[in-house]
């Protein structure tokens, strides 16, 4: 079992930024991958940026070059650096755990951004 803990969400106005923190807890050691969901209210939960054990990274094409993942491996948590934030990329965003044999999810905080 791995249990999934977020922070760091918020309001800001357009153009801020904001850090989100997930703190994974358990059997860590089963994770391969860890990433950033979100969802807008009346959308579809979407892929924001993932990060592999090994660093490798993927992002949505509409959040490269303002959003930055990270992983601290050490401490078994993952970052969402947000910057130049939009509108549009108001939503709760969740954090996702991957391991072997299934996935798990935290249980999402809230990010608004006001224009």
């Known amino acids: 079992q791995v249990q999934l803990v977020e922070s760091g969400g918020g309001l800001v106005q357009a153009g801020g930024s904001l850090r989100l923190s997930c703190a994974a807890s358990?059997?860590?050691?089963?994770?391969?991958?860890m990433g950033w969901y979100r969802q807008a209210p009346g959308k579809q939960r979407e892929l924001v940026a993932t990060?592999?054990?090994?660093?490798?990274?993927n992002y949505q094409d509409s959040v490269k070059g303002r959003f930055t993942i990270a992983r601290d491996n050490a401490e078994n948590t993952v970052y969402l650096e947000m910057n130049s934030l939009r509108p549009e990329d108001t939503a709760v965003y969740f954090c996702?755990?991957?391991?072997?044999?299934?996935?798990?999810w935290g249980q999402g905080t809230q990010v608004t951004v006001s224009s």
């Open positions: 990060i592999r054990r090994g660093g490798s990274t």
């Open positions: 996702r755990a991957d391991t072997f044999l299934r996935d798990y």
């Open positions: 358990g059997s860590t050691g089963t994770i391969n991958f």
